[in-house]
């Protein structure tokens, strides 16, 4: 038994030892920095981008990822209509219900709606994926440390796998993929869209396009923070400089 514990304990401490090197190693590899428009202080979503990140999201993304946080009526900021909003959500198949018979129906959705899931459950999502789940990309840009970046990275980081890497069955090497290895196929090509407005789609530029409109989607209040940021400065610019004045007035007076 004693025999055991001491196995036990050198198991947990060469782990203890081994998982910071292997952080470390992954750490090595730097996200390829992108100029994102909404960067800085004074950046600002360019909704131009957004609406070719939602083109990609719809066209690419939708089929196995879920984005149910976000609702129709939302993309009214990124320069829509509410015409164009409406017909948009008409597109899609919403549940609803129950009926005055008690049951579940679909119908075209409307501004309120939320986007639906792709699938009815997580069970249906892993039996459609062979046993992986695609996550919810509602918050993804800013559940992932990187945020939009490390997003763009993983879309641009499929790469052959190298000769002494031993590759799960299924899974396919990504250069920025905790671990390096993904069930997701590479899902972006060149020339996989049609942008309206004549962009090339190459996959870099999907890449960067949907990674700003998930960004927008995890955080669409950004611009509204950063002038809500701005006013806050001003003003405690402003008081500081009353404040000195009226210190100066008091002590000129007392002197």
Same mark, same amino acid.
């Given at each position: 038994?004693?025999?055991?514990?001491?196995? =036990?304990?050198?198991?947990?401490? #060469?782990?203890?030892?081994?998982?910071?090197?292997?952080?470390?190693?992954?750490?090595?590899? =730097?996200?390829?920095?992108?100029?994102?428009? @909404?960067?800085?202080?004074?950046? /600002?979503?360019?909704?131009? +981008?957004?609406?070719?990140?939602? +083109?990609?999201?719809?066209?690419?993304?939708?089929?196995?990822?879920?984005?149910?946080?976000?609702? @129709?009526r939302n993309l009214s900021a990124l320069g829509y209509s509410e015409a164009q909003v409406k017909?948009?959500? !008409?597109?899609?198949?919403? /549940?609803?219900?129950?009926?005055?018979?008690?049951?579940?129906?679909?119908?075209?959705?409307?501004?309120?709606?939320?986007?639906?899931?792709?699938?009815?459950?997580?069970?249906?999502?892993?039996?459609?994926?062979?046993?992986?789940?695609?996550?919810n990309l509602s918050l993804i840009a800013k559940a992932r440390e990187g945020g939009p970046t &490390?997003?763009?990275?993983?879309?641009?980081?499929?790469?052959?796998?190298? #000769?002494?890497?031993?590759? /799960?069955?299924?899974? &396919?090497?990504?250069? &920025?993929?905790?671990?390096?290895?993904? !069930?997701?196929?590479?899902?972006?090509?060149?020339?996989? $869209?049609?942008?309206?407005?004549?962009?090339?789609?190459?996959?870099?530029?999907?890449?960067?396009?949907? =990674?700003? @409109?998930?960004?927008?989607?995890?955080?669409?209040?950004?611009?509204?923070?950063? +002038?809500?940021?701005?006013?806050?400065?001003? @003003?405690?610019?402003?008081? /500081?400089?009353?404040?000195?004045?009226?210190?100066?007035? $008091?002590?000129?007076?007392?002197?």
């Open positions: 038994m004693m025999l055991g514990l001491v196995r =036990s304990a050198a198991v947990a401490l #060469a782990v203890l030892v081994a998982a910071p090197a292997a952080m470390a190693a992954q750490s090595e590899i =730097s996200l390829p920095e992108v100029d994102w428009s @909404f960067d800085g202080f004074f950046g /600002t979503y360019d909704k131009a +981008q957004l609406q070719r990140g939602l +083109q990609v999201f719809r066209e690419v993304c939708s089929a196995c990822h879920a984005l149910d946080l976000v609702a @129709f017909a948009l959500a !008409a597109e899609y198949q919403v /549940t609803d219900g129950p009926n005055d018979a008690g049951d579940m129906f679909q119908r075209p959705g409307i501004p309120a709606d939320h986007f639906p899931a792709p699938f009815a459950n997580e069970k249906a999502a892993r039996a459609a994926n062979g046993g992986a789940y695609p996550p &490390y997003v763009h990275a993983l879309l641009n980081g499929y790469r052959d796998a190298p #000769a002494d890497v031993q590759m /799960t069955e299924g899974m &396919y090497y990504n250069l &920025y993929f905790p671990g390096h290895q993904i !069930a997701m196929a590479p899902p972006l090509s060149d020339g996989q $869209v049609t942008y309206a407005d004549g962009t090339r789609a190459s996959v870099d530029q999907m890449g960067k396009d949907v =990674s700003a @409109f998930l960004m927008w989607a995890a955080e669409p209040h950004l611009e509204q923070r950063k +002038q809500m940021g701005m006013k806050v400065l001003l @003003f405690l610019l402003v008081f /500081t400089g009353l404040m000195y004045a009226a210190k100066r007035r $008091v002590w000129r007076d007392l002197h």
